[in-house]
């Protein structure tokens, strides 16, 4: 990497820095994941972008593959009740309606690739068997996730796919599933560590 280049990718990290410590004064960031986060960043090979702990989410639209069509009802980034869900359904006319529940997710921008390949190998091996790198351009994204993951119709085309009755059900899965996520953060921290990716 040529020294121009490097100095344009400490810029950048630089200015991605700032504006983290700005949206975590700001209440931004998802609690459960700055501590990871920062780990992160004190390496000089890396910085983070948009990143979450994991969260379970109410959304309206024809699949929940319509990125940009949907409207978010509701989101947590911590287990739920059976109430949640009921004051969010009774609450929205929505022809269509899905509860999801996403796995933790963490954007990482890396210096070259060498540390890119060593921070990919480390994330899988530690359970995030879904990572991969999303960007080769101006920037070297890797995308580390994991696999835990729901997608259910809650409702469809104004009719209760799911009864209320049995939200107690879907709500233990979800919360299940979001806390097993959770739980890989800690091991994904040891595994850097004792890698000395970071």
């Known amino acids: 990497m040529t020294a121009p280049r490097e100095e344009k990718w400490d810029a950048l990290r630089r200015k991605a820095l700032a504006q983290l410590e700005n949206h975590k004064l700001e209440g931004r960031v998802d609690a459960d994941i700055v501590w990871l986060l920062d780990l992160i960043n004190s390496s000089p090979n890396y910085y983070t972008t948009s990143s979450c702990s994991g ?3 109410v959304v309206a639209g024809r699949h929940p593959g319509e990125k940009g069509k949907l409207r978010v009802l509701a989101k947590w980034h911590r287990t739920i009740t059976p109430e949640d869900l009921w004051v969010v359904m009774d609450a929205t006319d929505e022809d269509s309606v899905w509860l999801s529940v996403h796995p933790p997710i963490i954007h990482v921008v890396a210096r070259d690739m060498n540390s890119a390949r060593r921070l990919l190998v480390t994330a ?9 790198i999303q960007g080769l ?11 835990e993951k729901i997608e259910a119709p809650l409702r469809l085309g104004g009719v209760e796919v799911i009864a209320p009755e049995k939200y107690p059900l879907l709500v233990s899965a979800a919360n299940e599933l979001l806390l097993r996520g959770k739980s890989r953060l800690n091991r994904l921290a040891e595994a850097f560590t004792r890698s000395g990716t970071v």
Request: aromatic fraction near 4%; charged fraction near 25%.
């Open 55 to 57: 969260r379970i989410q």
């Open 137 to 147: 351009g101006r920037r070297i994204v890797i995308e580390v996730m994991s696999m």
């Open 124 to 132: 899988r091996n530690s359970g995030f068997k879904h990572s991969g």
